[in-house]
Each structure stands twice: as structure tokens, then as C-alpha cells.
């Protein structure tokens, strides 16, 4: 259980801030879900976003070879 202050800030105990593996000074992505509020670490949201990216876009595929591919394109249509 945490506790809210009166100035709204949310106290997590040491448990879970080792769990998380976040100390005092980091900082949290705060995130409000249907069951309520999902706090992680940008490192884990980076990750989350990057096994949803592996699952949706097949691993033959090269979203960075398209991007390079796309500018070029368009750097020559400016031509």
C-alpha cells in the first residue's frame, strides 16, 4: 500500500521501489489504466514498446531501411 501526502505526493514503499529498481531522483512514467494507475520506469516503457513493435512488424521487414528509403525519395521529389 502506498500513502498520498497532502500535497499529492505518492509515497512507494522501499519493496517496491527495489522491485521497480528505481531510487530516490528517478523518474516514473505515470500511466492511467482501467484498473487504475500503472507507474514504470522509461526503460520498461521503452521495452514494453519495443516487443509491441517485434510483434506487430515481421522480423524480415526493416522499418529503418523503408525511413532511410522514404527520405530519399522525397529529397529527390524536392530536387
Do not use: F
Not at 7 to 25: F, Q
Not at 26 to 48: F, K
Not at 49 to 69: C, G, T
Amino acid at each position: 500500500m502506498a500513502k498520498l501526502d497532502q500535497s499529492g505526493r505518492l509515497l512507494i514503499p522501499a519493496k517496491l521501489r527495489r522491485a521497480l529498481g528505481v531510487s530516490e531522483g528517478d523518474r516514473l512514467l505515470l500511466r492511467l489504466v482501467e484498473e487504475g494507475l500503472y507507474v514504470s520506469t522509461p526503460a520498461q516503457a521503452l521495452a514494453r514498446a519495443q516487443a509491441l513493435v517485434r510483434r506487430s512488424v515481421p522480423r524480415e521487414r526493416s522499418l529503418v531501411d523503408e525511413l532511410i528509403s522514404d527520405r530519399r525519395r522525397e529529397a529527390q521529389e524536392e530536387l
